[in-house]
T-cell receptor, first 113, second 116 residues
Framework: SQQGEEDPQALSIQEGENATMNCSYK?????LQWYRQNSGRGLVHLIL?????REKHSGRLRVTLDTSKKSSSLLITASRAADTASYFC?????????????FGTGTLLAVQP | DGGITQSPKYLFRKEGQNVTLSCEQN?????MYWYRQDPGQGLRLIYY???????QKGDIAEGYSVSREKKESFPLTVTSAQKNPTAFYLC???????????????FGPGTRLTVL
């Protein structure tokens, strides 16, 4: 199974509400990253949180990381219709001479105007 | 403009044919990656390259091949040995250093390959 598993698989909310997505992983990580993907497009990096950090903010985004539970959450506050997209967590693991990102299966967020 | 480009956007192939997907970046990044995305399955790593003339297999390399003759270019060939090649293919690049903020990956717009 995937290193990262997002929950829920799909989320529908009204504009102005907050959206929370969760990510769980299995192995030790260097950092955890969140990406956004609009339908049929490439991914866009949103935020990176290192393994020794617990919380990070960027605009309307808030990410938490709990390494003891091997889990992370992404909170989008005051959501907008333009936030409608798929959101993926990706865990960076160090494989000797290189590093790799392992992506989860994603959460599809629909923000209703 | 700095960025990463992929071509073509849509590609149709007959069974038994090889096809090459293009990926070019002008970000001066050392590392480049190819992913495959199927509906509901997230991204899976096909191949990656940390430096020119060197590349490693990812999790699903069978039926694919790559080359890295130039820093800017990392083409992916989908061979006839790939049993289920219809998918959305994404190329990415990063500065390539392990850990820290430099491992953020920048993605191209993707190529949608359909085998007829």
């Amino acid at each position: 199974s995937q290193q990262g598993e997002e929950d829920p698989q799909a989320l529908s909310i009204q504009e102005g509400e907050n959206a929370t997505m969760n990510c769980s992983y299995k192995t030790s990580i260097n950092n955890l990253q969140w990406y956004r993907q609009n339908s049929g497009r490439g991914l866009v990096h949103l935020i990176l949180i290192r393994s020794n950090e617990r919380e990070k903010h960027s605009g309307r985004l808030r990410v938490t990381l709990d390494t003891s539970k091997k889990s992370s959450s992404l909170l989008i506050t005051a959501s907008r219709a333009a936030d409608t997209a798929s959101y993926f967590c990706a865990t960076e693991i160090y494989g000797g001479a290189t590093n790799k990102l392992i992506f989860g299966t994603g959460t599809l967020l629909a923000v209703q105007p | 403009d700095g960025g990463i480009t992929q071509s073509p956007k849509y590609l149709f192939r007959k069974e038994g044919q090889n096809v090459t997907l293009s990926c070019e970046q002008n970000l001066n990044h050392d590392a480049m990656y190819w992913y495959r995305q199927d509906p509901g399955q997230g991204l899976r790593l096909i191949y990656y390259s940390q430096i020119v003339n060197d590349f490693q297999k990812g999790d699903i390399a069978e039926g694919y091949s790559v080359s890295r003759e130039k820093k800017e270019s990392f083409p992916l060939t989908v061979t006839s040995a790939q049993k289920n090649p219809t998918a959305f293919y994404l190329c990415a690049s990063s500065r390539g250093l392990a850990g820290g903020p430099l491992s953020e990956q920048f993605f191209g717009p993707g190529t949608r390959l359909t085998v007829l």
